[in-house]
Structure formats: C-alpha cells, structure tokens
C-alpha cells in the first residue's frame, strides 16, 4: 500500500516562506511520476510542480516559477516543495501526488489530475496580507 504523508504547512505572512514535505512509503518511487498540486476554496485541483522520480527536469506552473522549487531526497522516499515570496493568492491546501504507473513525465498530461493514483491528505497553506 502506498502512502503519501504531507508535512509543513501553517499561516506565514506575505512575503515569507514554507517548505513541505512529501513522506512516500510502501513502494520503491524510482520510476514513479510526482506531482505537487493545490486547491483554493471553491476552486478546481490545480497543478503546482512535478517530476520523474527517475530523471528529467522539474516542471512548475507559471504562477509559481521563480518563487517554488521541488527538491528530493531518494534515500528518504521525500519529495519537497519549498515555496518562496509567498503570496496571499497561494493559500490553498497542498497535495503531493504519484502516478504509478509512468516513469517519463509528460507535462500536458501530468499537469492535469487524471494520472495520479495516489494522493496525500493535503496540508494547510494559509499565507496572510
């Protein structure tokens, strides 16, 4: 069974910063398609980031490029979303993502929801003005 555990949210002021944590367990993730993604209240899933777990580069969404950097720790199974400058539009609750079964991120369809198989609980971003 495959777990997904998000970490590391809280209220920060506009302008601050946060990192999240993405904890993976039950599976190995080395051919697994990662995602971050984000949803406001009343709004629709949104994608913030992703990569494959076995290679390629990282991609992000326009409204977070420059600011969001997605990092990882393979001995850890942890994926990381540290975001930067925050803004107050950037309050939502954040989930990690795997998509088991590709190992080649394809950015049109990995930035949609549909691939994914498995979703974390989500974490509270609140960032304030």
């Known amino acids: 069974q495959v777990q997904l555990v998000e970490s590391g949210g809280g209220l920060v002021q506009a302008g601050g910063s946060l990192r999240l944590s993405c904890a993976a367990s039950?599976?190995?993730?080395?051919?697994?398609?990662m995602g971050w993604f984000r949803q406001a209240p009343e709004k629709e899933r949104e994608f913030v980031g992703g990569?494959?777990?076995?290679?390629?580069?990282?991609y992000y969404a326009d409204s977070v490029k420059g600011r969001f950097t997605i990092s990882r720790d393979n001995a850890k199974n942890t994926v990381y979303l540290q975001m930067n400058s925050l803004k107050p539009e950037d309050t939502a609750v954040y989930y990690c993502a795997a998509d088991s079964r590709s190992s080649l991120f394809l950015p049109v369809l990995h930035s949609t929801t549909s691939p994914y198989d498995y979703w974390g609980q989500g974490t509270q971003v609140t960032v304030s003005s």
């Open positions: 990569f494959s777990w076995s290679g390629g580069g990282i």
């Open positions: 039950g599976r190995t993730f080395n051919n697994y398609v």
